[in-house]
């Protein structure tokens, strides 16, 4: 072989020990993919097929007009740290301080990894509750921890305070709670966030709440965010996204309330990690946040979305599960199918033309229980197709 025609031009290139050996491309980019290969509807991963209100990119291209095109403060511009505080106070009865509790972040999930990384020491224990979201195991892998898989009670996806108790030891330094939860959009209840409160009490064990669907609870249920519970917000992280509420996924603005000694700490990862994040996008957000209505709408506008969905769902051989929160619709393809769940969603792409997530690869050890999560933020148009297509299951 000449020289030209190796790789990297005959040199060697070192071998690697990979710091993450178990982890592929994450599922959402693979059934992204395979749903444009088969020109199916992709009601796969979590994002909106419509666009946000013009008045948001009005205002993100007139603070980039006025001249806040460079680096903002490390923790985030202030005028958005004060509109989060505000918004958190009105909605949830607490007042985080934007100056040293506030931090904004390049979205939830480097939110998430950058608490990791500030809290966790090498061999500290981090309860998760499977399914979850596919980024945290890898998160405490990073951070050199240990990732305790404790699951969520079958068929109900319920907290099984029980099991968690059992799975807390000395050397547990963090929890992660979700909700409302992705993939099996169940909402936790007051009694539960009680139960919490009082499993940690005697524990110096800190929360993770990844709260980025907060304004998607339906049926005018209320969204138990930490920050409405004292006791548990002294050790938490509340972690939330602007990506999910305003339809912009794809500008991967978030943030962190946290109390102070809880922040100083996850700034100091945060600052040598993205250090800040993008200008205008801040400005133009906290210049948006003036009206709460968007965020005040949001769940009645994808209740409809998960109404119209879920009773199409009944007209297929589909079975939807409950979906008290979220984006997402989840639904029991057993009657139809005996395949894995992986499989079943590639078939379901190329044959029937329509992608979901099998809820399998929200778990450590996955099993199989004939489950698939849809995601229904789309235009009705895009709905009826994907539900004209799996009428023929
Ligand atoms: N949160 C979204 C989901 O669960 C997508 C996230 C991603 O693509 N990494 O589908």
Redesign the pocket.
């Known amino acids: 072989m000449s020289e030209a025609t190796v790789p990297g031009g005959g040199h060697r290139t070192p071998p690697l020990r990979s710091r993450l050996p178990q982890v592929g491309t994450?599922i959402?980019?693979v059934m992204s993919a395979l749903a444009q290969q088969h020109g199916a509807v992709n009601l796969g991963?979590?994002?909106p097929d419509f666009d946000c209100d013009p008045r948001l990119l009005d205002a993100v291209n007139q603070a980039m007009r006025s001249g806040h095109n460079q680096y903002p403060p490390m923790p985030g511009v202030p005028a958005l740290r004060e509109a989060i505080a505000e918004k958190m106070e009105s909605l949830y009865g607490h007042r985080y301080d934007p100056g040293s509790e506030i931090t904004v972040t390049a979205g939830a999930?480097q939110a998430i990894l950058t608490v990791m990384l500030a809290v966790v020491h090498a061999g500290d224990e981090v309860i998760l509750l499977d399914p979850c979201?596919d980024s945290y195991a890898p998160n405490i892998a990073l951070a050199g921890g240990v990732a305790v898989h404790v699951p969520l009670t079958p068929g109900t996806f319920r907290p099984d305070f029980d099991r968690i108790a059992q799975a807390l030891t000395p050397r547990t330094r963090l929890i992660v709670v979700n909700t409302p939860h992705?993939p099996s959009a169940t909402v936790w209840t007051a009694g539960e966030m009680q139960q919490l409160t009082d499993l940690l009490r005697p524990t110096d064990v800190l929360v993770i709440s990844d709260e980025v669907y907060e304004h998607m609870v339906y049926d005018r249920v209320r969204h138990e965010s930490i920050a409405r519970w004292p006791e548990l917000a002294a050790r938490s992280f509340v972690v939330s996204s602007f990506g999910k509420t305003y339809h912009v996924t794809g500008w991967k603005v978030g943030y962190v309330a946290a109390p102070a000694a809880l922040t100083a700490e996850f700034r100091k990862v945060h600052q040598f990690n993205v250090f800040t994040v993008n200008t205008p996008v801040q400005h133009g957000l906290a210049t948006y946040m003036r009206d709460p209505q968007p965020h005040l709408e949001l769940a009645d506008f994808y209740q409809r979305k998960r109404d119209l969905f879920a009773d199409g769902l009944r007209a297929t051989r589909l079975r939807p599960l409950p979906s008290a929160g979220t984006y997402f619709q989840c639904a029991d393809y057993s009657g139809i199918s005996d395949e894995g769940e992986h499989a079943f969603c590639v078939r379901l792409t190329h044959e029937t033309g329509v992608a979901a997530?099998p809820m399998s690869a929200f778990y450590a050890c996955p099993v199989e229980q004939g489950l698939i999560r849809f995601?229904f933020a789309k235009q009705s148009t895009t709905l009826e197709r994907a539900l004209e297509r799996l009428r023929k299951l």
Request: charged share 0%; hydrophobic share 35%.
């Open positions: 994450t959402f980019s991963q979590g994002f999930t979201f992705n997530i995601c």
